[in-house]
């Protein structure tokens, strides 16, 4: 499987920063008059209108003069405008400030943080002073990225921009300028990447997938795995692709099939967290609908078990919690195809020399292969067949009991899905069983 570590190299550099959203911007001004939208507190006096540096206006703020009891190196004179809040996004502000200090030549400078703000009483709360962006005042923007931080002791807290000024001890009088605030939020949502090879669709010549399914148009557009009954969780179900993205052929390869990601929680493998519906290419590399690597799942960055399942496949799970982060914060991945990629349970995939699989032939979906008894996975094909003709085939269909995902159901001769049944469960001994390892 060396193509899938190859490929992931190059998805580091792809998915390392996650796209921004404007949510806020205060420009301080509309059309060529001084403004300052209503929802802005502030201590002190209020903020006055002053021509920027770029011809417009922006607005000024006053900072205490000698002999106030202020300690020089605390922030002083709030400016805060409440924000919506989403715990599963990041926070960059942008802050231009208007002119250079032209009142006293000892520097001052403007400062700006995400924080929680009581408006009644006009304080910040549990803010952090260093937990923010600052400079000098220049007729340029400063920039950083915020996390957004934990939920406020005080209920009766806002979320939002502060913007507040400092003077150095030198400063008699002091204020700060601002031109414009802006506020971007950056998706904080976890990520994950990886591979995974079906044991079905395998090829050892290649050491890839085959893509039968793909070729003749077989794929539906929508997930299966709602309507096979699979639970939802988070965001989860009904995704759908394109026929483009179907089409396409990527350097991972073609589309073989969907596949179904879950995570599960840190303090209990069985619980679900989140789910989603995914693609696989033929090299193993799991995609997202749209044909992009990394699946974002709406919870918070962190460490979580993760399941990998196929519709006639048996699941595998990571052994251990993994790191699961925001984007732009790095890039881990699971490689269920790679035996070093260990799973929970015993003999959860079908290790090939250096390729894991899944093990392939779960027709009834009960998480068991099973070739002969009650609820086997054999007696399905026949059926489907007709039930009578051992020789009859079926094409042209999407369907469970295409164990090799040929797009043929076969039950007798060459290249049948009857026989993977029975090797997966050990090839000498029919009653035999295998079971799933996912709790």
């Not at 196929?310 to 990571?318: C, I, V």
Request: with cysteine; hydrophobic share 35%.
């Amino acid at each position: 499987m060396r193509s899938s570590f190859t490929l992931l190299g190059a998805l580091i550099c792809a998915v390392a920063s996650a796209q921004s959203s404007l949510i806020f911007l205060e420009s301080f001004e509309t059309g060529g008059t001084p403004s300052l939208s209503p929802q802005w507190v502030w201590s002190g006096n209020a903020p006055v209108a002053v021509v920027d540096c770029d011809g417009g206006w922006g607005v000024r703020k006053d900072v205490p003069i000698p002999g106030e009891p202020n300690d020089p190196y605390q922030p002083i004179r709030w400016l805060f405008h409440p924000l919506p809040h989403d715990s599963l996004v990041n926070y960059n502000v942008t802050a231009r400030s208007v002119v250079p200090p032209v009142i006293s030549s000892a520097p001052h400078f403007v400062h700006a943080t995400i924080c929680w703000f009581n408006v009644n009483t006009g304080t910040p709360v549990d803010w952090n002073f260093n937990n923010g962006v600052s400079a000098s005042e220049f007729c340029d923007p400063f920039v950083t990225g915020i996390s957004t931080p934990p939920l406020a002791s005080d209920p009766q807290a806002q979320f939002g921009v502060l913007i507040y000024g400092e003077r150095s001890p030198l400063t008699s009088i002091g204020h700060y300028d601002l031109a414009e605030v802006r506020v971007e939020t950056y998706e904080r949502r976890a990520m994950f990447t990886g591979t995974v090879m079906l044991g079905g669709a395998y090829d050892t010549g290649t050491q890839q997938m085959r893509a039968d399914l793909n070729l003749q148009g077989l794929i539906p557009l929508v997930e299966p795995y709602t309507a096979l009954g699979y639970p939802q969780v988070n965001g989860g179900g009904n995704e759908t692709t394109t026929p483009n993205v179907l089409s396409a052929n990527y350097p991972a390869g073609r589309v073989v099939d969907w596949v179904r990601l879950e995570l599960r929680a840190f303090s209990d493998p069985t619980q679900l967290v989140a789910t989603r519906q995914a693609l696989v290419l033929q090299n193993g590399q799991i995609v997202s609908t749209t044909g992009q690597f990394g699946i974002l799942f709406d919870v918070l960055h962190g460490n979580y078990f993760v399941v990998v399942r196929h519709r006639n496949h048996l699941g595998a799970m990571t052994s251990t919690p993994i790191t699961v982060p925001f984007p732009g914060g790095g890039i881990w991945s699971y490689l269920f195809a790679t035996p070093g990629f260990s799973c929970y349970g015993t003999n959860p995939r079908n290790v090939q020399g250096n390729v894991a699989l899944l093990w392939p032939g779960d027709v009834t979906t009960d998480h068991v292969v099973k070739y002969t008894g009650t609820g086997n996975d054999r007696d399905p094909i026949l059926t489907a067949i007709g039930g009578t003709v051992p020789t009859n085939t079926i094409t042209g269909q999407y369907r469970m009991e295409d164990v090799n995902l040929d797009g043929v159901v076969k039950y007798t001769g060459s290249v049948n899905d009857r026989d993977i049944i029975l090797q997966t469960v050990g090839g000498t001994v029919p009653t035999n069983v295998r079971v799933e390892q996912v709790p």
